[in-house]
């Protein structure tokens, strides 16, 4: 595996290990990007699922890997979303990804990171640009979300 997989499974081992404490539903227009307000920070948590010493960490790492890799990555944990509007995780996903414009035009290698955190309906989903998706295909985020 080379180090972009390897850094994603750390990262994912990192995120599973927090769950929420309120069930707020989200709508991607509830969810504030973060990249607009500081260009090192990829860590949404609009709960605090998350605590602060950890998302500076994930911040750092996901930080180094943009630099690194030339991937641009943001992850969004969220306790809940809204089921009425989105029929499932991946939709909301694929919204999100496409509203806030993750991975340069040119390039398209963009990443998000979509944790859940509801204890009944916890889940992971990543949507991968264009341009990565022949090093993160379907089959190895599956794969690394299995890992984690």
Known sequence: MNRLHHSLIALLVALTTW???AQTTYRVEDVPNVQLIDYTRFVSD???AIDEADEAALNQ???HLRDSLDVEIAVVVLPAIDGD???SAREFANELFNTWGIGK???NRGLLILLITNEDN???TFEVGYGLEGELTDGLCKLIQKRS
Request: aromatic share 6%.
């Open 61 to 63: 790492r996901i930080g």
């Open 85 to 87: 509007t989105y029929g």
């Open 19 to 21: 769950s929420a404490t």
């Open 46 to 48: 609009p709960a605090d």
């Open 105 to 107: 035009k040119e390039t």
């Open 122 to 124: 916890r889940e992971i």
